[in-house]
């Protein structure tokens, strides 16, 4: 008899917060698998780097999977600016000893959501791998537990006015994966701005003093210095460690269900996730910034629980406390 402990497929762009996620993930989550897709940088770098990552964390033992180069439809858009040429600037980190598996990430997905109850897929990436998967086999949207996502925003974008970069690189992917009737949650970056660190967090890095954390401070060090900001805005922001954070403690993120829609056609809109606010129940108009007393006809069902509201201070405990368990 199977044992129906939750276990989980990670789909990521390494990436400096997803390798933050990573480290998380590792520590808490049953992983069966990681599987890479391009987006922050190249398939083979963010390959790479996931390789690495996982022998920082002596974690080998979990198989990497390679999966799409590019986007269903629009050409690959790249983050350079934010992760550096391999994805992973800032920490000196050796080629990694270790390679992908020889299966597609794709068939990976598919394959083990069949063998397996209750997998749950955690995405910090573009979705083109998981929109291949549900294209290759559609019956997998009736048995995948649900989908965290680090995606979309419920207000403004990051590559765009409108959109974030995530779903931005491949719209229609998202599109196939928001409308597949797999439960959702979503991570947005109204959301995930709330997971902000900057160079205090790198001295509570140096002061855990592992491996780990250290490998975690030149990979904030970089990253941080890459945003561009001046103080005191000067940081970043650990976007899909609250994927994984939400996978580990449903408590640490308050969220609404709602309709989430991705915008394919629009000339200034393309990739943004259009947000069904109106029916979210009855919000305190007082606190609730988004309330309006008018209720309009009803839209359409939800498809996504939608996060609000980070516990910032348990968040960065789980994270820190995580990193400092790593010897
Ligand atoms: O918009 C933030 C997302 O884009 C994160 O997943 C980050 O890693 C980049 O991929
Ligand atoms: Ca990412």
Request: charged share 20%; net charge negative.
């Given at each position: 008899m199977e044992n129906h402990v939750k276990k989980y497929i990670m789909d990521c762009d390494p990436g400096h917060d997803d390798a933050v996620a990573l480290i998380l993930a590792a520590k808490h989550l049953d992983l069966l698998g990681v599987t890479t897709v391009s987006g922050n940088q190249t398939l083979d770098k963010v390959t790479t780097n996931a390789l690495k990552i996982l022998e920082v964390i002596g974690r080998t033992d979990i198989p990497v999977y390679q999966g799409s180069?590019?986007?269903?439809?629009?050409?690959?858009e790249t983050?350079?600016?934010?992760?550096?040429?391999?994805?992973?600037d800032g920490p000196r980190v050796p080629a990694p000893t270790t390679k992908p598996q020889s299966m597609h990430a794709v068939n990976f997905i598919v394959e083990t959501v069949n063998k397996h109850q209750q997998l749950s897929l955690i995405a910090t990436g573009p979705l083109t791998n998981l929109a291949s998967a549900l294209q290759m086999d559609h019956t997998i949207s009736e048995r995948i537990?649900?989908?965290f996502i680090m995606g979309g925003s419920l207000t403004y974008g990051n590559w765009t006015p409108a959109a974030e970069f995530n779903i931005y690189v491949d719209p229609e992917a998202a599109y196939k994966v928001f409308n597949s009737g797999v439960p959702i949650r979503l991570c947005g970056l109204n959301l995930t701005r709330q997971a902000f660190v900057n160079e205090k967090d790198l001295k509570v890095l140096e002061d855990i003093n592992n491996p780990v954390s250290l490998f975690c401070r030149d990979l904030l060090d970089f990253f941080i210095s890459s945003g561009g900001r001046k103080a005191?805005?000067?940081?970043?922001?650990l976007h899909d460690v609250c994927a994984v954070a939400w996978a580990i403690d449903p408590t640490l993120i308050k969220a609404v269900d709602m309709h989430v829609q991705v915008e394919l056609q629009g000339k200034f809109t393309r990739g943004m996730t259009v947000c069904d606010y109106r029916h979210t129940g009855d919000q305190d108009p007082k606190t609730d910034v988004n309330h309006d007393p008018i209720l309009p006809p009803r839209g359409e069902s939800p498809n996504c629980t939608v996060g609000l509201e980070l516990d910032v201070e348990r968040f960065f405990k789980l994270l820190y406390g995580t990193i400092e368990s790593y010897q």
């Amino acid at each position: 008899m199977e044992n129906h402990v939750k276990k989980y497929i990670m789909d990521c762009d390494p990436g400096h917060d997803d390798a933050v996620a990573l480290i998380l993930a590792a520590k808490h989550l049953d992983l069966l698998g990681v599987t890479t897709v391009s987006g922050n940088q190249t398939l083979d770098k963010v390959t790479t780097n996931a390789l690495k990552i996982l022998e920082v964390i002596g974690r080998t033992d979990i198989p990497v999977y390679q999966g799409s180069e590019n986007p269903w439809i629009q050409k690959l858009e790249t983050a350079p600016q934010f992760h550096g040429e391999s994805g992973l600037d800032g920490p000196r980190v050796p080629a990694p000893t270790t390679k992908p598996q020889s299966m597609h990430a794709v068939n990976f997905i598919v394959e083990t959501v069949n063998k397996h109850q209750q997998l749950s897929l955690i995405a910090t990436g573009p979705l083109t791998n998981l929109a291949s998967a549900l294209q290759m086999d559609h019956t997998i949207s009736e048995r995948i537990e649900e989908i965290f996502i680090m995606g979309g925003s419920l207000t403004y974008g990051n590559w765009t006015p409108a959109a974030e970069f995530n779903i931005y690189v491949d719209p229609e992917a998202a599109y196939k994966v928001f409308n597949s009737g797999v439960p959702i949650r979503l991570c947005g970056l109204n959301l995930t701005r709330q997971a902000f660190v900057n160079e205090k967090d790198l001295k509570v890095l140096e002061d855990i003093n592992n491996p780990v954390s250290l490998f975690c401070r030149d990979l904030l060090d970089f990253f941080i210095s890459s945003g561009g900001r001046k103080a005191p805005f000067k940081g970043a922001v650990l976007h899909d460690v609250c994927a994984v954070a939400w996978a580990i403690d449903p408590t640490l993120i308050k969220a609404v269900d709602m309709h989430v829609q991705v915008e394919l056609q629009g000339k200034f809109t393309r990739g943004m996730t259009v947000c069904d606010y109106r029916h979210t129940g009855d919000q305190d108009p007082k606190t609730d910034v988004n309330h309006d007393p008018i209720l309009p006809p009803r839209g359409e069902s939800p498809n996504c629980t939608v996060g609000l509201e980070l516990d910032v201070e348990r968040f960065f405990k789980l994270l820190y406390g995580t990193i400092e368990s790593y010897q």
